[in-house]
């Protein structure tokens, strides 16, 4: 009995050593989701604009890709440092001071010379305060502006950074499938019918994401200067310092190559004095007591007086299409001196000669341009009389750059793009910046933000529901 119990125990050992050795050499089940090439939504661009977007979308109840060519999302968003505009807000109640949706459609319309769209200026203005009240139910905190009380900026921190780290947080908890360095490279239809779009990722590999509807929201022309230069000649090979790599005009050229109307293509905001990711308030050289604009040469070259968007081909017809602002101590005085001084990165000197030298001029042609200057020889009409005397002295060279693009693509009022005739594309939508129609020819600071998540919605909605 004894030989057979041993046997027994030593075959029962045996068996379970096989039966552990076969479970080792089993694969891991993977817990990682099959990837789908297929959704109800696909959203081309993850800036403000297309994450309400997939938000919207995913919220009501559509399975939801977003394609971001960028390794990161946010867009021009993210960079934002400005505020929103809304109006008939509790802000506006509390504050006491009224701001209401006519006024709000005055002020956009009269900011644009009347050329906006009316109707989507009213669904804009309409929906702007149900826009701002979103922002708060996700966590969001603001305040108005004192001096522009429109205006509706954070209670603290940094506005674009806090948006789009709201908007992530949301379109993650509702599943939206979001995919970075992928590129969407053209729109596919059938039977007349945008039923999805080619993509490429970062690895080169192509393939096809099938849908339902899809949204457009690749932003602007920031990066896109050979459009800005098609459209506006004046403006021909501005350079791109206000913009993030991504607004290439992507969705733009995808959806006029399938027939989309456009509108306001000669429209751009454009800054004649950029620095990488900030604008010089034009007041520090046109003000009086201002500074002056010079070139490579080192010599004044236009009255720097002119409209900023005057400004812009002046600075552009110089060697390789930049300038110099310099000023003093006085100008440093100012609210926008300071600005400059602060987030333009200027360099500072306490002679003349010492800041050509930091500015790679020529010190003696500089000092004689300054010194004519002062003298009150003008040979360009200057409208202001200004001096640059009192050191410390200020300078850094400045770059005319697309700030934002009021030109794109035309939309109805469900945010479907429209053709050249008017009529809709049959499951194509757009939101944001690559929108034309709402501007004109110029922006009241913080529509943008309204307007994002205002037609993001609407084009969320409608390409979910469709």
């Known amino acids: 009995m004894k030989k057979k119990s041993v046997l027994l125990i030593s075959l029962i050992l045996v068996f379970s050593l096989i039966v552990v050795g076969c479970s080792s050499n089993k694969q ?47 867009g021009n968003t993210i960079i934002s440092a400005t505020g929103l505009t809304a109006s008939d807000t509790e802000l506006h109640e509390e504050a006491g001071v009224p701001f209401t949706v006519e006024d709000h459609i005055k002020r956009t319309m009269e900011t644009g010379n009347n050329l906006p769209d009316e109707n989507l200026v009213r669904i804009l203005a309409e929906n702007s305060n149900e826009a701002y009240e979103w922002l708060v139910s996700l966590g969001l905190s603001y305040k108005l502006n004192e001096k522009e009380p429109w205006w509706i900026i954070p209670s603290e921190g940094h506005f674009g950074s806090l948006l789009v780290g709201a908007y992530q947080k949301e379109a993650q908890r509702l599943g939206v499938d979001v995919r970075v360095n992928t590129t969407a490279t ?3 239809v059938e039977d007349g019918i945008v039923v999805g779009a080619k993509v490429v990722d970062k690895d080169g590999n192509e393939s096809v994401i099938e849908a339902k509807s899809v949204i457009l929201a690749t932003g602007g022309f920031g990066n896109a200067t050979d459009l800005i230069g098609e459209y506006n000649p004046k403006y021909a090979n501005a350079h791109n310092v206000m913009s993030t790599a991504g607004p290439t005009g992507d969705g733009f050229r995808m959806a006029v190559e399938l027939g989309a109307g456009t509108r306001d293509m000669e429209f751009h905001q454009m800054r004649p004095l950029a620095t990488p990711g900030y604008w010089i308030r034009e007041s ?10 010079l070139n490579k040469d080192g ?25 110099y602002v310099i000023f003093d101590s006085e100008v440093a005085e100012t609210s926008n001196g300071k600005a400059a001084i602060e987030k333009g990165r200027m360099i500072q000197a306490e002679t003349i000669e010492e800041l050509a030298q930091k500015l790679e001029l020529d010190p003696a042609v500089v000092v004689e341009s300054i010194k004519s200057f002062n003298d ?32 794109g693509i035309t939309i109805n009022e469900n945010a479907q793009v429209t053709d050249t005739n008017g009529v809709a594309i049959p499951g194509l939508y757009a939101a944001g910046e690559i929108v034309g129609g709402l501007y004109g020819s110029g922006r009241v600071a913080g529509n943008n933000t309204t307007e994002n998540i205002v037609f993001g919605k609407i084009a969320g909605r409608n390409a979910a529901l469709k």
């Not at 010599?299 to 930049?322: G, H, I, M, S, Y």
């Not at 003008?378 to 640059?388: A, I, M, P, Q, Y």
Request: cysteine-free; aromatic content about 4%; hydrophobic content about 40%.
């Open 376 to 407: 009150g020889v003008d040979e360009f009409g200057r409208g202001t009389v200004g001096k640059v005397t009192v050191g410390p002295f200020y300078g850094v060279e400045v770059r005319p750059s697309s700030h934002y693009t009021m030109a």
């Open 299 to 323: 010599v004044r070259f236009t009255n720097e007086t002119l409209k900023p968007l005057d400004l812009v081909p002046q600075v552009l017809a110089q060697k390789d299409r930049v300038g």
């Open 186 to 188: 053209e729109l596919v």
């Open 28 to 74: 891991p089940a993977s817990n990682k989701p099959e990837v789908s090439n297929s959704a109800d939504v696909l959203v081309n661009g993850g800036g403000g604009a297309g994450l309400v977007s997939a938000i919207t979308a995913a919220e009501n109840g559509a399975k939801v890709i977003l394609v971001e060519k960028m390794p990161m999302i946010g």
């Open 284 to 293: 520090v050289i046109n003000a009086e007591g201002g500074g002056v604009l």
